[in-house]
Structure formats: C-alpha cells, structure tokens
C-alpha cells in the first residue's frame, strides 16, 4: 500500500504543473525569506489563498517549497546585511557576516547553500522513509520532556557569550526576563503589561529580532557614510560553490547539524531558530578551533544552515504522521491541508496517501530546486550591495519597520522594535553580546509554560524532572554543559586524571574548554 | 522596493469575494472584517469558508483586516470604541474569550454593551478525551476517579480564558469535582498531551479531534453538546449523563455598537441565505466545521447569558486562581 503511494507520489509531483509550483515557491520563498522580518510562517500565510484554487497536489508542493526556500532567503540577508530574514538565520550571522566582510560573500552564500541542500535532502529522506514510524515516539515528548529540552536550550547561552561570559549571561538573563513580558499561563494575569493590551500576548522576538539585529547594523553604516571605502555590504566576487575539498571539510558538520535539525523540528513548539542555535553549539562544541567562531568561520555558517533546513523535514514528520504541527510554519500549513478538505493525522497515509507522498516528494525536490535557483538568484543580491551605505542604511530601517508593522498588522510592534533597536546600540557600545538575550526571548516563554504545565501534572513537585527518564536524561546532559564551563570541571578532571591517567583523554574530549 | 510594499500591502489585507450588481439593501460596497487573530487560524478559516458566498449575496466586498493580540482584545476592543457604525466595518467574535477578555481582565475596557451581534455562524463543542490506552473507559470512571481523588485528575485545555477552561470549571461546579486543570497554548496541545499519557485528559473540541478519535488514537467519553453528535452516536451526551453542561467554541460576527438596523436585517437576511446553499452546506461540512446559526438578538441573548454565567464563575474561583 505504502509502496504504491510512494510511486503515486514520485509521479505526481514530476507533472510539469506541479514542478512549475515548485519552481514558483522557490522564487517567492526566497525573495521573502530574504526581506527582514518577513518569515516562513507568514511567506506560507501570505500563499495559502492563492493556493486554494489550485490542486490539493499542487498548492501543497508550492507551500513546502516556499518554506524551503525562504529558510535559505533568510541568511542571504543574514549573510550580506547582518540582518536575519527569519529568526532560523540568526546564527548565520555570527560567522555569515565577518566572512562577507572578508570578501568572500560568495563563499558564506555558497556554503550556506550547500549546507541547506545537505540538511535539506537528509530531512526529506528521513520524512519519506520513517514519517509512519516516527508518529509515536513524538508523543513522548509533553510538558516535562520539552522543559528538559528548553533547559538544554539555556545552556547554549554560555557558548555564545563571545568576550565575557558574564556580560553574556547578564544579557541571556535580561532576555528570560523579556519573555516573562505577557499574561500568564495558568492564572491569566497579564504581567509587566503596563495596561497595554498590545503586550498581553507577550514580546513577538521576531519584532525584537529585527531591531536588535538590523537598527544597529543601520546605524552603524549611516555613521560611516559613503566617505571611507572599505565596509559596505558585501559583495559577491568570489566563487559561491565550494571546492571539492571544503565540501568534503564540511560534511560532517552538515551531517550532525541536519540530523539535529530533524530532531529538533520533530519537538512540537521548537522550530528552525532553537534547531539553528543548538547546530551551532554542538559545531563549535565540536570544533578544534573553537576561537574561529565568530570571526568568519565555515563552519559556523554550515551548521546553522544545515539545522534550520533539516527542520523542515523534522517539523513535518509530526504534522503528517499525526497531525500534530512541529513548529508555527507547519501550523500554518496544516491549515493549508484543511483548506483542501484532508483532515490531517494518521489517515493522511491511508486515505489521502497519494497528497500526502506527493507533498513528501515535493519537499526533495524543492531541496534541489532550491540550490538550482540559489545559485543564479542569489548573484542578484549584487545589485543591494552596490547601493551606497547613506541609501542601504535608511533602506534597513523602512524594511525592518514594514517588517515588525507585517507580522502583526500592529503600529505598536513598530515602536517596540525601535526600542529594541535602541537596545542593540547599547548593547553593541558597551561589547555586550545581543545572541543570549534572543536565547532567552525565544525559550523563556517555553521555559515558563512548560514549567508550569510540568508541576500542575506532578502534583507540585519537582521529583516529576527526574522520575521521567529521557527529561532526566536531558537534564543532566544540559548539568554537564554548565559544568564544562567552568574552571570547577577542569579541576575534577584533572584530579581524575591524576589518580586514573587513563581517563583524562576522553574527559578532554567531552568537556568542551575544560582545557582552559 | 516597490514588491516590498506589495508584499507588506498584501500582508495586511486580503481581497475576497467579488462585488455583486443586485441590490440586497446594503449600505454598504466595502465591508472591512476584522478578526482578533493571525491570518490561517479559526476565525481566518470562518471568513474564507464564508465570506466568498455572503459578498455574491450580499454584494458587497468583504477586505480582511488581521489584528492579532491579547486573545482577540486588541480587534474587539477597536470594533467597541473605534470603528465607524455606518455598516462599513465588522469584526468576527470569537465565544467566549469575547466575554472572558474583559470578565477576568479589568485593563480590558470593551463589553458586548458596546457592540452589536449580528449572528453566530459555527460552533465546535467541547468534548471530553483521553488516550486510546486509558483505564477510563467511561465518563463515569472519570468522574469516579475525581471524585475519590480531588484535585489530581490531571485535566487539559487550550489556555486560561478559553472555552475548555471555562467548561472544566462548569463541570467541577456541576459535578462538585475537583480536577487537577492543565492549561495548553492552544487545543493540539492539549489532546496531545492526553493521547500521550502526559495527563488523564482533555476538555477540547470535536472538530480538532475527530480524525483521531476515529482513528481509534483517542477515546471520546463525552460531548458537551444538546444532543447526540451524528458523526459520533456512541459518545453520550454530558446532559444525558447528569451533568448541566453545554459548551463549546463558537465564531460568529458583530458590528459595533448602533450599527445601522436596515444593514443589520440585511446582512442576517444574507446570511440565513447563504446557510441555506447547498455549496455552502458541502464546503463547510469539507472542512468539518459545525454549522450553528444563531441570528441576531438570539446571538445576542447568548452572548449575555455567557456572560452572566462566566462573570459568576470568575468570581467564584478569581482569587483561588490568582492568589498563586
């Protein structure tokens, strides 16, 4: 039966219509992905009405492909204007930007590319190959599961601290306390709201996203003006695939950030921008030249990109096996399957298994599709880089504030952006790292509700964390990564070291800068 | 530049229906319809189920304005102090976080005194879940175990303020029970929750988990509704089994207040149309949306009697609620 539909599917979606919507998707994902502010999630929003005229088939492949494509927009501005398209491409920046300022733009869209098409594709195949597998093993994961994820998540807060790990806490800490901004979830009181009904629902971090990242950016190359040569927005000079060998360099990177990508886009709630941090820890964690990052590092651009690719295929697995979406942007295009008359869940395999294989191949063509169209679209991004700062500057600044006013229609998210602006030049005088303080916008709230939800279920009680095993698990994992930061571990593990010489090799290995 | 604008233009409206030429007593050629969420939710999926038909009736264009924020109070409350009452503007209501909103949060100002209803168009109603593999094979186990156990019953729903919490709190009241109440961001997670094990069970809608319930993935114990559901004869109604307790989600649409009467008329006359369409009826059972129309003052003699029954609640538990 499954045989058949996955044949059904393979055919279906080589029709020229449906290749066309593919191609269709692509273009417009890209293009919106690339726009500050705009994400995948509204890019799907924006094109559902245009589908429902069309083929169940057909609008589904075009939607799949536009959340695809508009992953990999997301670090084209990422990359070229230190503004991230999507919250998935905020990691790209770190090391996207100072390599493009290096002049080699090229290469970090490139290998940005390659390492999406990488993640892309792993995501697809597993999607294709376990998506009825997988339905149950996403069940494990409530309440208390997800707050060991999340706590696992915080952690990440301490790699990212470039420079002092104190200012970066500081800053991961402001952020949790942003998050608390909103009404609360089990008692519904709104809390630090002021009285403003528009922060009842809480700090959308994508508005403080943009502002945080992109008015600093703008700023900073209005005060430089046209005068001195020398920083602009990059350019793309150089070549954008990477030779055999870097290719070859950045496989296992790819491989281990896309299989965490699908991992993560399989946790309901969590999508491309937990998977693109999370990638991003483990490649640095993993790294042997962890002081690169951050300065222009291939590796910090492939994980990231490889991660928030991969979540596609990861978010989907839930989404059709069970109809349970996997993060927002799936959400949304669980509503576009409803819209074409399927109810979702497990009958999407049985009844409508011919739509479902059809999307499910679609998604592995839009990989494809997607590094076909990057390749030439993205050379076209040459034409923002010749404008000049005083122009690009004001350009960032109209297109961060349509951003934050477009994702929900609100005048206030415009003001609320600015004031994050005006946070981010401070943060950037006083060498205050922004990333832990978007850590802590993204996973407060999850932190928060999950913690919440995990103690009403226990009774109270905190023993629940560690009675379920794989939050247990998670728990101590994230522990160990606290530890490994500090000068305490390294002094447990050369104490170890000196009674049993023979364990301090693999102690150096798991535990990250113990060597410091 | 100019496709940026385009863009962000096509973000904040969305063009649907098409002008009719036959005079159906409407004031109006535009009718701008707000809605307190994000495009592709409920009340998005209401207006593009409806609206197409309702503007050839009525001949009208209907232009979707997405407000969302603080549960739909950010729209409603625009709908009730600002928006012009010439039959030009009207906004989708969403029961009961319409009432709810400003019941359990004093710094919501607007009340259903300040807008007119025009008509309720679908409801979902509740329903009481658990996972396939529960030793609740009955409401009445369920009630059994919460009643030799209060307060450890773990029981979800989809968010303070929204219809399964407030149907939890009629049925603790009804059943003199008390249930452990889990609070999700929304109703997947809440009967996800339930069919993995993570809590004994979920107060949530029938049209969110029919597909699994046929699927044999969760078993249904009751409805919340007046009678027997034809999609699910075997569940028993709450009523049937000793319980006063009939809810659900409901999406209809209001103006806001002294909307123009001849427009009111008008527009239910429309939409009682509509209802009627044989189309419409097939669309809308595509999509598993429950057809429930209430037109005018019955819409609004609900709306009151909710409110009075949510206000009376509220101020039972508000401060057992809050103090925590």
């Known amino acids: ?516 | 530049m100019r496709l940026t604008i385009a863009a962000a233009l096509a973000a904040t409206t969305t063009l649907t229906g098409t002008a009719g030429a036959q005079d159906s007593g409407y004031s109006q050629t535009e009718v701008e319809v707000m809605q307190g969420f994000k495009a592709g939710g409920g009340s998005d999926a209401l207006a593009q189920l409806v609206q197409p038909y309702l503007a050839e009736e009525l001949g009208v264009n209907f232009v979707n304005e997405y407000i969302p924020g603080a549960t739909g109070a950010i729209a409603w409350t625009r709908l009730a102090k600002q928006a012009p009452n010439d039959g030009s503007t009207i906004s989708i209501t969403n029961t009961p976080m319409l009432t709810t909103n400003y019941i359990m949060n004093p710094s919501i100002t607007y009340t259903i005194d300040e807008i007119t209803p025009i008509a309720n168009i679908v409801t979902d109603p509740g329903i009481a879940v658990v996972s396939s593999d529960s030793p609740f094979q009955t409401f009445e186990d369920f009630v059994e175990a919460a009643e030799a156990a209060p307060g450890t019953v773990t029981v979800g729903n989809s968010g303070v303020g929204g219809d399964d919490y407030f149907t939890s709190l009629q049925f603790e009241k009804a059943a003199g029970v008390q249930l452990q109440k889990v609070p999700f961001q929304g109703d997947g997670p809440s009967w996800t929750a339930a069919m993995g094990g993570k809590i004994d069970a979920s107060f949530t809608n029938v049209g969110v988990t029919y597909p699994q319930i046929k699927d044999g993935n969760l078993r249904a114990l009751a409805v919340f509704a007046e009678e027997r559901l034809p999609e699910l004869p075997d569940v028993p109604t709450a009523t049937e089994l000793g319980y006063e307790l009939v809810a659900g989600s409901s999406r209809g649409y209001s103006g806001p207040g002294d909307f123009p009467s001849e427009d009111r008329d008008a527009m239910i006359a429309a939409m009682q149309r509509v209802m009627d369409n044989p189309d419409f009826q097939k669309a809308a059972a595509d999509q598993a949306l429950n057809i429930d129309f209430i037109p005018g003052d019955e819409y609004a003699a609900m709306l009151k009697e909710q409110e009075a029954e949510y206000q009376e609640i509220w101020a039972s538990i508000k401060d057992e609620v809050q103090a925590k």
Not at chain 1, 356 to 361: A, C, D, G, P, V
Request: a positive charge; one cysteine or more.
């Open chain 1, 1 to 516: 039966m499954t045989d058949s539909f996955l044949l059904v599917g393979l055919s279906n979606v080589v029709q020229p219509y449906n290749l066309l919507a593919i191609l269709a998707g692509t273009m417009i994902g890209m293009f919106i992905g690339a726009m500050p502010g705009l994400s995948a999630t509204m890019a799907i929003a924006l094109l559902l009405p245009l589908t429902y005229s069309l083929q169940p088939e057909t609008g589904l492949a075009m939607l799949a492909s536009l959340y695809l494509a508009a992953m990999y927009g997301g670090s084209i501005a990422a990359i070229l204007l230190r503004t991230p398209g999507t919250p998935a491409a905020a990691a790209t920046v770190i090391d996207g930007y100072p390599m493009a300022q290096s002049g080699q733009a090229g290469k970090a869209l490139g290998l940005s590319l390659t390492a999406s098409l990488i993640g892309g594709v792993m995501s697809a195949a597993a999607l294709l190959s376990i998506a009825p597998l997988l339905g149950r093993i996403v069940l494990n994961f409530g309440p208390v599961e997800i707050f060991a994820v999340a706590v696992l998540g915080i952690t990440i807060i301490g790699s990212l601290s470039a420079g002092s790990a104190i200012l970066g806490l500081m800053s991961g800490a402001i952020g949790l306390l942003l998050a608390m901004v909103g009404m609360d979830l089990t008692t519904g009181t709104p809390r630090f709201t002021f009285g403003y009904l528009n922060l009842f629902g809480g700090i959308d971090f994508t508005v403080a996203l943009i502002g945080l990242f992109s008015i600093p950016q703008a700023v900073r190359l209005i005060a430089k003006g046209d005068g001195q040569s020398g920083e602009t927005v990059s350019k793309v000079r150089d070549r954008m695939l990477p030779t055999g060998r870097e290719f070859r360099a950045l496989i296992p990177n790819s491989l281990r950030s896309g299989a965490i990508g699908i991992f993560v886009g399989l946790i309901p709630g969590t999508g491309g921008d937990t998977a693109s941090w999370f990638a991003y820890n483990e490649a640095k964690r993993f790294s042997k030249r962890k002081s690169e990052f951050g300065t222009g590092c291939a590796a910090g651009i492939v994980a990231p990109e490889a991660a928030n690719n991969a979540v596609v295929g990861g978010a989907l697995i839930p989404t059709i096996a069970l109809g349970i979406p996997g993060s927002s942007s799936t959400a949304v295009l669980l509503g576009g399957l409803m819209v074409h008359g399927i109810l979702p869940g497990p009958s999407l395999m049985t009844d409508h298994g011919d739509v479902t294989y059809t999307l499910l191949w679609a998604v592995l063509f839009a990989n494809v599709m997607l590094f076909l169209v990057g390749l030439l679209f993205t050379r076209a991004c040459v034409v923002v880089t010749r404008v000049p700062n005083r122009v690009v500057g004001p350009v960032i600044v109209v297109l961060s504030v349509i951003g934050s006013y477009a994702i929900n229609n609100s005048v206030f998210d415009i003001g609320l952006m600015i004031t994050f602006g005006m946070i981010g030049l401070a943060f950037d005088s006083f060498r205050i790292p922004t990333p832990p303080l978007v850590i802590g916008l993204i996973l407060g709230p999850i932190l928060d509700s999950t913690l919440q939800q995990s103690l009403l279920i226990g009774g109270g009680s905190y023993a629940i964390f560690f009675q379920n095993p794989i939050s247990a698990v998670l728990l101590v994992i994230a522990a160990l990564s606290v530890l490994q930061a500090t000068p305490f571990f390294g002094s447990i593990g050369r104490l170890i070291g000196r009674r049993k010489g023979q364990l301090r090799p693999p102690h150096r290995q798991a535990g990250g800068s113990a060597d410091d």
